[in-house]
C-alpha cells in the first residue's frame, strides 16, 4: 500500500510499539504532526521547549527498559534538544530523536530554520542518519531503534527533508536489520569468565564496584545473587545505584567524589575489584595515580571493549551483555564449590565495619534550621522508598544519591555523566507518563528548577501529579561549596538574588505550592503532598545555605584522601 | 610510537566526518589520512597515520571499532605491511638545473608527467621517507609546489582486510 512519507514514520513507530513520542511542532514537520493527528496509537505529549522533550524522553527510557522518542522541527528546534542528546549519549540511554529538516532542495542554501543536524548532532549521538528517499525511511528507522537500543544503548537521530514526508512508497516494515558494519558483542569469551573466578576465589579482600551498565543491561537480580552468594562488598556508582538493593548489609553506598568513607576506603584498599558495567571515570576514582598506588587485580565486565583499559589498566578484560556474562559466572560458580577465603573475607569485613563506624554521612539533627539531608531521609521514609525519585544537577543530587536508598533499579533518574541541570523535571514527565500510577518525586533546587521551569506547563496539561522537592538554599550550592573549599569563600555569582515565588509561581501554572520553613514542618508536608494523588505539589523547602556535601574526595586528590565531616 | 592503521568503512556521505571527527573530539594526532572507495563501490578503505602510546592506538582502533559505519579496522603496524604514499612536484629546470633535475628524478625513479620551457612536474612514489629523501636532494629553492597524497597501506601475504 502507497503511504507518505509522513505516514510511514508513524507506522514505523506503532510497529516499533511506541507509546508516548515527546515534541514540539514546527514547520518542517508539520506533515509529521498532521499525520500523528490522524490516529490514536502514539500519543503526543506536547513539552515547552525542545529540551524538555529528550529528557521527557530520556526518563521514560531510563524507568523502563524501552527507547525514549522525540520528535522537533528543523533548526532551532535541534539546537534546543542537543543537550538532552548530549546528556543522553553521556549516560547510554536509548533514544530515537525524529528531527524535521528543510527540504532537499532546501540543503545547504542557508534557508529558514535550517542547521547542519547530522554535523551539528555527530559527536553526541550514537549514530545519525539523513534520509533522503522516502524508500529507504522505514529501514532506516528500523535500523535508529536497533541501533539506539542493543550494544552500548544510546541515541539515535533520524533526520527527515520536509519534502520526504510527502513523497510517497509501499510501506514495508523490515523484520530484522542485518549490518556488516554494526554487531555489538553479546556472548562474552567463556576463558575470560573461568579465570575471573578463579581470581575471586584467590582474593583475600574483594570488592565489586558496578554502574549504569547494570541499570541498562538489566541485570540488578544476578548481580544480587552474585554478591550475596560470595559474601562481597558491593558498591554502586552513581548511575548504578538501584543495581544493588542499599538496603542489603553488602552494599556499602555509593563510590566517588561525594561517595562514602567505606566505598572509597574499601576500593582503594582491595585485593581484587570486580567492575562490572562501570567506566572508572574521574568522578569515581579521583586522580588514577592515586588509585594504582595500591595494586589490586580488576576484573572488568563491560559491553563496550572502548571502555576498558581506557582509564585504568584492566586485568582480566570481558567483553560483553553483563547480564549473559553474570549468568554465565553464576552458573560457574554454582557448579564448583570453591569460595573466596572464609577468614580473610571476616577480616576484610571486619575492616569495613570499621570504616563504615565512621558514619560520615552524619549531620546536624537538632538544627533550628532545614538540613537538605533530612529532606530526602523524610522523602525516603514518607515513599517507602518506592518512589521513581528524578533529579537536577548538585548538591540536593547527591544528597538525593546518598540518603535515599534505592533498592530497585531505574528508581533513581538523574544525569550523571553531562551533569545537566534541568534535567530533573522533564525527566520526571517521561518517568510519570511510563507509571502512571506511582509515586514520581523530582529532587532539585531553586537554581537547576529554572533552567526548565516552564515543563510546569506539561505538567499541567497531562495531569501529572509529579512531587517537586525543591532544596531552597539561594545559593547554586555545588558551585558555593566549591567556591568555599578552593576559592576562598569568594561567592562569584552563585548567589541568587531576586528568586521566584516558588509558591505563586506553581500556583499560576495551576498546581499547589507548598512553602515549608522549620524542620518539623518537612514530615508532614510531605505525607500530605505525597496523599495528593492527583495534583502536582511543588515544595519549596527552605533548607541550610551553609551546608555542604560530605564526604568529598577533591579533583585532583585520591580516593582515600577525602574531606569528611 | 607511529602506527599506520587501515579502516574499511561504508561508503557513506558523511562517514569520513565521523573519523576525523573522532581523532579531534579524543585529541588523537592525524598525520595523514586518505579514503578513497574499493573495488567494491559501497565500502570505502580509508589509511590513518597516527601516533601515541600503545594504550593510546589501543583505545583509537577500538573507537574506531565501535563507529556504526565501520566495518573492520587493523592496526597494520602489528604485522607485516607495505605503505606508499605519491607525490607531485613542480620543480624549476632551466638551463643546466634541467639536466641535474631529470637525473636526480631518474635517481628515485620519479617521472616527469608535465614539461614546459621552466619547469617540470615529476611524479614520484614510495615511502613517506623516500619522498622526503627526494626533497631534500634537491635544491630546496628549485621547489615551486607540492603535493602528497598521505600514506596507504596493505598488509603483506595472505594479511587480507576485507568485509
Same mark, same amino acid.
Given at each position: 500500500?502507497?503511504?507518505?512519507?509522513? #505516514?510511514?514514520?508513524?507506522?514505523?513507530?506503532? =510497529? =516499533?510499539?511506541?507509546?508516548?513520542?515527546?515534541?514540539?511542532?514546527?514547520?518542517?514537520?508539520?506533515?509529521?504532526?498532521?499525520?500523528?493527528?490522524?490516529?490514536?496509537?502514539?500519543?503526543?505529549?506536547?513539552?515547552?521547549?525542545?529540551?524538555?522533550?529528550?529528557?521527557?524522553?530520556?526518563?521514560?527510557?531510563?524507568?523502563?527498559?524501552?527507547?525514549?522518542?522525540?520528535?522537533?522541527?528543523?533548526?532551532?528546534? *535541534?539546537?534546543?534538544?542537543?543537550?538532552?542528546?548530549?546528556?543522553?549519549?553521556?549516560?547510554?540511554?536509548?533514544?530515537?530523536?525524529?528531527?524535521?529538516?528543510?527540504?532537499? $532542495?532546501?540543503?545547504?542554501?542557508?534557508?529558514?530554520?535550517?542547521?547542519?543536524?547530522?554535523?551539528?548532532?555527530?559527536?553526541?549521538?550514537?549514530?545519525?542518519?539523513?534520509?533522503?528517499?522516502?524508500?529507504?525511511?522505514?529501514?532506516?528507522?528500523?535500523?535508529?531503534?536497533?541501533?539506539?537500543?542493543?550494544?552500548?544503548?544510546?541515541?539515535?537521530?533520524?533526520?527527515?527533508?520536509?519534502?520526504?514526508?510527502?513523497?510517497?512508497?509501499?510501506?514495508?516494515?523490515?523484520?530484522?536489520?542485518?549490518?556488516?558494519?554494526?554487531?555489538? *558483542?553479546?556472548?562474552?569469551?567463556?576463558?575470560?569468565?573461568?579465570?575471573?573466578?578463579?581470581?575471586?576465589?584467590?582474593?583475600?579482600?574483594?570488592? @565489586?564496584?558496578?554502574?549504569?551498565?547494570?541499570?541498562?543491561?538489566?541485570?540488578?537480580?544476578?548481580?544480587?545473587?552474585?554478591?550475596?552468594?560470595?559474601?562481597? !562488598?558491593?558498591?554502586?556508582?552513581?548511575?548504578?545505584? %538501584?543495581?544493588?538493593?542499599?538496603?542489603?548489609?553488602?552494599?556499602?553506598?555509593?563510590?566517588?567524589?561525594?561517595?562514602?568513607?567505606?566505598?572509597?576506603?574499601?576500593?582503594?584498599?582491595?585485593?581484587?575489584?570486580?567492575?562490572?558495567? $562501570?567506566?572508572?571515570?574521574?568522578?569515581?576514582?579521583?586522580?588514577?595515580?592515586?588509585?594504582?598506588?595500591?595494586?589490586?587485580?580488576?576484573?572488568?565486565?563491560?559491553?563496550? !571493549?572502548?571502555?576498558?583499559?581506557?582509564? @585504568?589498566?584492566?586485568?582480566? !578484560?570481558?567483553?560483553?551483555?553483563?547480564?549473559?556474562?553474570?549468568?554465565?559466572?553464576?552458573?560457574?560458580?554454582?557448579?564448583?564449590?570453591?569460595?573466596?577465603?572464609?577468614?580473610?573475607?571476616?577480616?576484610?569485613?571486619?575492616?569495613?565495619?570499621?570504616?563504615?563506624?565512621?558514619?560520615?554521612?552524619?549531620?546536624?539533627?537538632?538544627?533550628?534550621?532545614?538540613?537538605?539531608?533530612?529532606?530526602?531521609?523524610?522523602?525516603?521514609?514518607?515513599?517507602?522508598?518506592?518512589?521513581? *525519585?528524578?533529579?537536577? @544537577?548538585?548538591?540536593?543530587?547527591?544528597?538525593?544519591?546518598?540518603?535515599?536508598?534505592?533498592?530497585?533499579?531505574?528508581?533513581?533518574?538523574?544525569?550523571? %555523566?553531562?551533569?545537566?541541570?534541568?534535567?530533573?523535571?522533564?525527566?520526571?514527565?517521561?518517568?510519570?507518563? $511510563?507509571?502512571?500510577?506511582?509515586?514520581?518525586?523530582?529532587?532539585?533546587?531553586?537554581?537547576?528548577?529554572?533552567?526548565?521551569?516552564? =515543563?510546569?506547563?506539561?505538567?499541567?496539561?497531562?495531569?501529572?501529579?509529579?512531587?517537586?522537592?525543591?532544596?531552597?538554599?539561594?545559593?547554586?550550592?555545588?558551585?558555593?561549596?566549591?567556591? #568555599?573549599?578552593?576559592?576562598?569563600?569568594?561567592?562569584?555569582?552563585?548567589?541568587?538574588?531576586?528568586?521566584?515565588?516558588?509558591?505563586?509561581?506553581?500556583?499560576?501554572?495551576?498546581?499547589?505550592?507548598?512553602?515549608?520553613?522549620?524542620?518539623?514542618?518537612?514530615?508532614?508536608?510531605?505525607? =500530605?503532598?505525597?496523599?495528593?494523588?492527583?495534583?502536582?505539589?511543588?515544595?519549596?523547602?527552605?533548607?541550610?545555605?551553609?551546608?555542604?556535601?560530605?564526604?568529598?574526595?577533591?579533583?585532583?586528590?585520591?580516593?582515600?584522601?577525602?574531606?569528611?565531616? | 610510537?607511529?602506527?599506520?592503521?587501515?579502516?574499511?568503512?561504508?561508503?557513506? &556521505?558523511?562517514?569520513?566526518?565521523?573519523?576525523?571527527?573522532?581523532?579531534?573530539?579524543?585529541?588523537?594526532?592525524?598525520?595523514?589520512?586518505?579514503?578513497?572507495?574499493?573495488?567494491?563501490?559501497?565500502?570505502?578503505?580509508?589509511?590513518?597515520?597516527?601516533?601515541?602510546?600503545?594504550?593510546?592506538?589501543?583505545?583509537?582502533?577500538?573507537?574506531?571499532?565501535?563507529?556504526?559505519?565501520?566495518?573492520?579496522?587493523?592496526?597494520?603496524?602489528? /604485522?607485516?605491511?607495505?605503505?606508499?604514499?605519491?607525490?607531485?612536484?613542480?620543480?624549476? &629546470?632551466?638551463?643546466?638545473?634541467?639536466?641535474?633535475?631529470?637525473?636526480?628524478?631518474?635517481?628515485?625513479?620519479?617521472?616527469?608527467?608535465?614539461?614546459?620551457?621552466?619547469?617540470?612536474?615529476?611524479?614520484?612514489?614510495?615511502? /613517506?621517507?623516500?619522498?622526503?629523501?627526494?626533497?631534500? &636532494?634537491?635544491?630546496?629553492?628549485?621547489?615551486?609546489?607540492?603535493?602528497?597524497?598521505? &600514506?596507504? /597501506?596493505?598488509?603483506?601475504?595472505?594479511?587480507?582486510?576485507?568485509?
Amino acid at each position: 500500500m502507497s503511504m507518505t512519507g509522513a #505516514e510511514i514514520v508513524v507506522r514505523c513507530l506503532q =510497529e =516499533e510499539g511506541v507509546e508516548h513520542v515527546f515534541g514540539y511542532p514546527g514547520g518542517a514537520v508539520l506533515f509529521l504532526y498532521d499525520a500523528l493527528f490522524k490516529q490514536t496509537r502514539v500519543k503526543h505529549v506536547l513539552v515547552r521547549h525542545e529540551q524538555g522533550a529528550i529528557h521527557a524522553a530520556d526518563g521514560y527510557a531510563r524507568s523502563t527498559d524501552k527507547p525514549g522518542v522525540a520528535l522537533v522541527t528543523s533548526g532551532p528546534g *535541534v539546537t534546543n534538544a542537543i543537550t538532552g542528546i548530549a546528556t543522553a549519549y553521556m549516560d547510554s540511554i536509548p533514544l530515537v530523536i525524529l528531527t524535521g529538516q528543510v527540504p532537499t $532542495a532546501a540543503i545547504g542554501q542557508d534557508a529558514f530554520q535550517e542547521c547542519d543536524t547530522v554535523g551539528i548532532t555527530r559527536p553526541c549521538v550514537k549514530h545519525n542518519f539523513l534520509v533522503k528517499d522516502v524508500r529507504e525511511l522505514a529501514s532506516t528507522i528500523k535500523k535508529a531503534f536497533y541501533i539506539a537500543s542493543t550494544g552500548r544503548p544510546g541515541p539515535v537521530v533520524v533526520d527527515i527533508p520536509k519534502d520526504v514526508t510527502t513523497h510517497q512508497c509501499d510501506f514495508e516494515y523490515p523484520e530484522k536489520v542485518a549490518m556488516r558494519s554494526y554487531n555489538p *558483542v553479546v556472548k562474552a569469551h567463556s576463558g575470560q569468565i573461568k579465570k575471573a573466578i578463579q581470581v575471586l576465589m584467590e582474593a583475600k579482600r574483594p570488592m @565489586v564496584y558496578t554502574g549504569g551498565g547494570i541499570i541498562l543491561g538489566d541485570a540488578a537480580p544476578q548481580l544480587t545473587r552474585l554478591v550475596r552468594l560470595l559474601g562481597l !562488598p558491593c558498591t554502586n556508582t552513581l548511575m548504578g545505584l %538501584g543495581g544493588f538493593p542499599a538496603t542489603d548489609r553488602h552494599f556499602l553506598g555509593m563510590l566517588g567524589m561525594h561517595g562514602t568513607y567505606e566505598a572509597n576506603m574499601a576500593m582503594q584498599h582491595c585485593d581484587v575489584l570486580l567492575a562490572i558495567g $562501570a567506566r572508572f571515570d574521574d568522578r569515581v576514582i579521583g586522580n588514577p595515580k592515586h588509585f594504582f598506588e595500591e595494586p589490586r587485580t580488576i576484573i572488568h565486565i563491560d559491553i563496550d !571493549p572502548s571502555s576498558i583499559s581506557k582509564r @585504568v589498566k584492566v586485568d582480566i !578484560p570481558i567483553v560483553g551483555n553483563v547480564r549473559e556474562v553474570l549468568e554465565e559466572l553464576l552458573r560457574g560458580l554454582e557448579a564448583s564449590k570453591a569460595r573466596p577465603d572464609e577468614e580473610a573475607l571476616k577480616t576484610w569485613w571486619t575492616q569495613i565495619e570499621l570504616w563504615r563506624g565512621r558514619d560520615c554521612l552524619k549531620y546536624d539533627h537538632t538544627s533550628a534550621i532545614i538540613k537538605p539531608q533530612s529532606v530526602i531521609q523524610k522523602l525516603y521514609e514518607v515513599t517507602g522508598g518506592k518512589a521513581y *525519585v528524578t533529579s537536577d @544537577v548538585g548538591q540536593h543530587q547527591m544528597w538525593a544519591a546518598q540518603f535515599y536508598k534505592f533498592d530497585e533499579p531505574r528508581r533513581w533518574i538523574n544525569s550523571g %555523566g553531562l551533569g545537566t541541570m534541568g534535567f530533573g523535571l522533564p525527566a520526571a514527565v517521561g518517568v510519570q507518563l $511510563a507509571h502512571p500510577d506511582s509515586a514520581v518525586a523530582c529532587v532539585t533546587g531553586e537554581a537547576s528548577i529554572q533552567m526548565c521551569i516552564q =515543563e510546569l506547563s506539561t505538567c499541567k496539561q497531562y495531569r501529572l501529579p509529579i512531587k517537586v522537592v525543591n532544596l531552597n538554599n539561594k545559593y547554586m550550592g555545588m558551585v558555593r561549596q566549591w567556591q #568555599e573549599f578552593f576559592h576562598g569563600n569568594r561567592y562569584a555569582e552563585s548567589y541568587m538574588d531576586a528568586l521566584p515565588d516558588f509558591v505563586k509561581l506553581a500556583e499560576s501554572y495551576g498546581h499547589v505550592g507548598m512553602r515549608i520553613d522549620k524542620p518539623e514542618d518537612v514530615e508532614p508536608a510531605l505525607i =500530605e503532598a505525597f496523599s495528593r494523588k492527583k495534583d502536582l505539589v511543588f515544595m519549596d523547602f527552605t533548607t541550610d545555605q551553609t551546608e555542604n556535601v560530605f564526604p568529598m574526595v577533591p579533583g585532583g586528590k585520591g580516593l582515600s584522601e577525602m574531606i569528611l565531616v | 610510537m607511529r602506527h599506520i592503521v587501515s579502516i574499511l568503512l561504508e561508503n557513506e &556521505a558523511g562517514a569520513l566526518s565521523r573519523v576525523s571527527g573522532l581523532f579531534s573530539a579524543r585529541g588523537y594526532n592525524i598525520e595523514s589520512l586518505t579514503v578513497a572507495p574499493t573495488e567494491d563501490a559501497t565500502l570505502s578503505r580509508m589509511t590513518i597515520v597516527t601516533s601515541g602510546s600503545d594504550e593510546v592506538i589501543e583505545q583509537i582502533t577500538k573507537q574506531l571499532n565501535k563507529l556504526v559505519d565501520v566495518v573492520k579496522v587493523v592496526d597494520l603496524s602489528d /604485522g607485516e605491511h607495505i605503505e606508499r604514499e605519491l607525490m607531485l612536484v613542480k620543480v624549476r &629546470a632551466i638551463g643546466k638545473d634541467r639536466e641535474e633535475m631529470k637525473r636526480m628524478a631518474d635517481i628515485f625513479r620519479g617521472r616527469i608527467i608535465d614539461v614546459t620551457d621552466k619547469d617540470y612536474t615529476i611524479e614520484l612514489t614510495g615511502t /613517506g621517507s623516500k619522498l622526503d629523501a627526494f626533497l631534500k &636532494a634537491i635544491d630546496r629553492a628549485a621547489i615551486l609546489e607540492t603535493v602528497r597524497t598521505g &600514506a596507504s /597501506g596493505i598488509g603483506r601475504g595472505d594479511r587480507v582486510l576485507r568485509a
